[in-house]
């Protein structure tokens, strides 16, 4: 059994080098060619696609104001795009979590923008991390949150309160939910995938029944027109995330089932998920992988 567990863990490891690998040769030849998409939301809100994680923009009389901030790599074009909507210098910045996809922009705009994040982003960025077993290489002092909070900070800027809410061990241990209030627009970071299985960082204070039970407090709170920003995919909707939070459910619940009839991780695979999430697994995260991270995730909480 832990023969399985060990060798079923160096095949991921093995495997998520190779995906990462993968991903870094396509950085490299798509850098020229990557191009930042600007989606209005309301008036005063947008979102911005470039390579890595969705980005949410608050516009206005008192400036920009971004939340998340992509790889290094786009950071010039997410300028240019910034530029069009009033100002290539945002004012503030706020780190949904520490991965790169949604925090190297602070290495381009830190020395001009203050930061914020959860207490934990600036503490993993403020050490050599692993992600995936990758090493993530220390910030420099000027790309690190500034300003850190544990459960909540508030920006009043363009005439709304940009709210930030911490909520604990779900995609990681800092992960924040940003509100902006009036506009009744979310930013959820990478607690939310939409329409496809999540990446949960174990190593980094991930949790999958931790990130099932933040979704569903999320859900709770949100009115029924909310426009949803996940950390990666299309705009979205509540129902969307209603959707995702079922299949968290549903799927971690196929994956208790099997381990409490005695199924090894290799027999959980061969099992399979139930079929109407098929679609879910043709992201980044494939059916394999979020079957173990569900084994994983319920092995470490026994
Ligand atoms: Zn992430």
């Known amino acids: 059994m832990l023969k399985n567990f060990i060798a079923s863990s160096l095949l991921l490891s093995l495997f998520s080098n190779a995906v990462l690998a993968h991903k870094k040769h396509e950085n490299e030849n798509q850098t020229q060619e990557i191009t930042v998409k600007t989606q209005k939301i309301t008036d005063r809100v947008y979102m911005l696609q470039g390579r890595g994680g969705n980005i949410g923009v608050s516009t206005g009389a008192d400036g920009i104001l971004i939340v998340d901030d992509d ?6 074009k997410i300028a240019e795009a910034l530029k069009a909507l009033g100002s290539e210098k945002p ?3 706020f780190n949904t979590h520490w991965h790169g996809d949604h925090t190297e922009g602070n290495k381009f705009f830190g020395k001009d923008s203050l930061i914020l994040a959860h207490t934990n982003v600036r503490k993993r960025l403020s050490v050599e991390s692993l992600v995936l077993g990758n090493k993530v290489p220390v910030y420099e ?3 690190l949150p500034i300003f850190t909070y544990d459960q909540s900070m508030s920006v009043h800027f363009n005439d709304e309160e940009i709210r930030a809410v911490h909520y604990p061990n779900g995609h990681t241990d800092g992960d924040s939910v940003i509100f902006f209030t009036k506009a009744n627009v979310v930013h959820l970071g990478d607690d939310f995938f939409t329409g496809r299985f999540p990446f949960v960082d174990l190593d980094n204070g991930g949790s999958v029944s931790g990130l099932t039970k933040n979704i569903g407090e999320i859900i709770a709170k949100l009115p029924a027109d909310v426009k949803i920003i996940p950390g990666h995919g ?3 909707t509540l129902a969307d995330l209603k959707a995702y939070h079922q299949m968290l459910i549903e799927t971690t619940d196929a994956v ?3 381990m409490a009839s005695g199924k090894t991780l ?3 695979k061969k099992d399979g998920l139930p079929a109407k999430y ?8 494939k059916p394999d992988f979020w079957i173990e991270t569900i084994y994983k995730s ?3 909480k026994k």
């Open 71 to 76: 790889y290094a790599q786009v950071s010039a």
């Open 298 to 300: 319920l092995s470490v």
């Open 278 to 285: 098929k679609s879910w697994g043709e992201g980044f995260i």
């Open 256 to 258: 208790q089932k099997g």
């Open 141 to 143: 002092k000027f790309a």
């Open 266 to 268: 290799e027999g959980l």
């Open 234 to 236: 299309a705009l979205s």
């Open 91 to 93: 004012r503030f910045i």
